[in-house]
């Protein structure tokens, strides 16, 4: 058997668990055949993907050959090209400018938020990208209706984002066999991940990279600190933590570690009934506003809770492109409080 045959055969094996060959994930380095020993080495950006991959191999090809040689070229950045955040690396430095959506806490609409500023930007006639950080939960896809896409690669060994409202798409949900497969990642898996989108992904020139990030103030949200220079945070909140300390310790970490705030949005603020288009104020009025004024950052504007917003959300039509009139001002509102509130490069 010699190295092409060699290479073919590995190719063609199945990782375990999805439905993918080591050759369409791009897993092999450099393939040699000396004297009866087959030398493998595999690129891999996790030693649990270097040892599943090693076992396969090991199992379908160690009777073919004297004896194997499985090596690992790590792919991960080292930690010691690891920024910091007053003064982080550039992993994406083909775009201008950096949004990062953050929130303290989960399931206040950041995602739906990241999304519908995305494609308002675009509507503007920006070139955008998004980058679904929440590693852990990604929602992105289903958002954008780009849920049944799975990861493609381009010719440089680039991975295509997905397309759809006139924005770029990444998330980790692309990569997984299926959308509902539970991530189970360390952290520096996660992390690893995250930076690989960054600089594996054919973005294209991006005049914005909006990031979803994930809820709280861990891991990924300092990794994105320290690896990319954010232009502007845009923290989203919603009325009944408004005055929490989650915000507050979302607000204190970005001082903390330097980033600019672009300013604060209230979603979830006041309900519209559906049939009768009244507007309830039902936590009361001003929250998000007067946290703004504590802090002494913008207040980006109040987003109402409206079935339609979700509905239409978890079909993967954002309000911004398919909505009314109304829906589209809220969101185009933002973005025009974002851009006239931060310095961007444009
Ligand atoms: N303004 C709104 N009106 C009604 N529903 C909304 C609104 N904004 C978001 N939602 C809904 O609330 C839910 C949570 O929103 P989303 O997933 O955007 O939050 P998140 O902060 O990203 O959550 P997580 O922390 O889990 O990532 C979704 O079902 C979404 O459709
Ligand atoms: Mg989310």
């Known amino acids: 058997m010699n190295n092409n045959d060699l290479k073919t055969l590995l190719q063609d094996l199945k990782y375990p668990g999805i439905d993918r060959t080591i050759g369409e994930l791009k897993l092999l380095g450099e393939i040699k055949v000396v004297n009866g020993v087959a030398n493998v080495e595999l690129l891999t950006i996790s030693d649990e993907s270097y040892l599943n991959v090693k076992k396969l191999i090991e199992e379908s090809i160690s009777n073919k050959f ?67 950080a929440d590693v852990y939960g990604p929602n992105v896809p289903r958002l954008t209706n780009t849920d049944v896409e799975r990861i493609k690669w381009n010719d440089d060994d680039k991975i295509i984002p997905s397309e759809n409202y006139g924005i770029k798409i990444m998330s980790v949900a692309l990569t997984t066999p299926a959308m509902d497969t539970p ?5 520096s898996v996660a992390v690893n991940a995250l930076i690989q989108f960054l600089e594996d992904v054919a973005w294209g020139e991006l005049d914005f990279m909006v990031i979803d990030m994930p809820p709280g103030t861990g891991d990924v949200q300092l990794t994105v600190a320290q690896e990319l220079p954010i232009s502007a945070a845009v923290l989203v909140t919603t009325p009944q933590i408004v005055a929490t300390d989650d915000v507050s310790r979302a607000v204190m970490m970005f001082k903390d570690i330097s980033v600019k705030m672009a300013g604060i949005v209230e979603n979830m603020s006041f309900f519209i009934a559906p ?13 998000g506003e007067k946290i703004a004024k504590k802090y002494d950052i913008p207040f980006l504007g109040a987003i109402p809770l409206d079935m339609k917003i979700r509905e239409a959300s978890d ?4 309000p911004v492109a398919l ?5 589209k001002k809220y969101y185009q509102d933002v973005v025009e409080n974002i851009l006239a509130n931060s310095e961007f490069n444009l």
């Open 183 to 187: 991530l189970v990642w360390r952290s």
């Open 66 to 132: 004297d004896s194997l040689n499985i090596t690992k070229k790590n792919l991960a950045k080292k930690d010691a090209n690891y920024g910091n955040s007053a003064n982080p690396n550039n992993r994406a430095p083909y775009a201008k400018n950096v949004i990062a959506v953050t929130s303290g806490k989960g399931g206040v609409g950041k995602s739906t938020v990241s999304v519908n500023i995305a494609i308002a930007l675009a509507q503007k006639g920006f070139k955008v990208g998004i980058l679904d």
């Open 323 to 327: 909505g009314d009139d109304e829906q």
């Open 275 to 287: 049939d009768t288009k009244n507007r309830y104020d039902i936590f009361g009025t001003g929250g």
């Open 315 to 318: 079909q993967g039509e954002p």
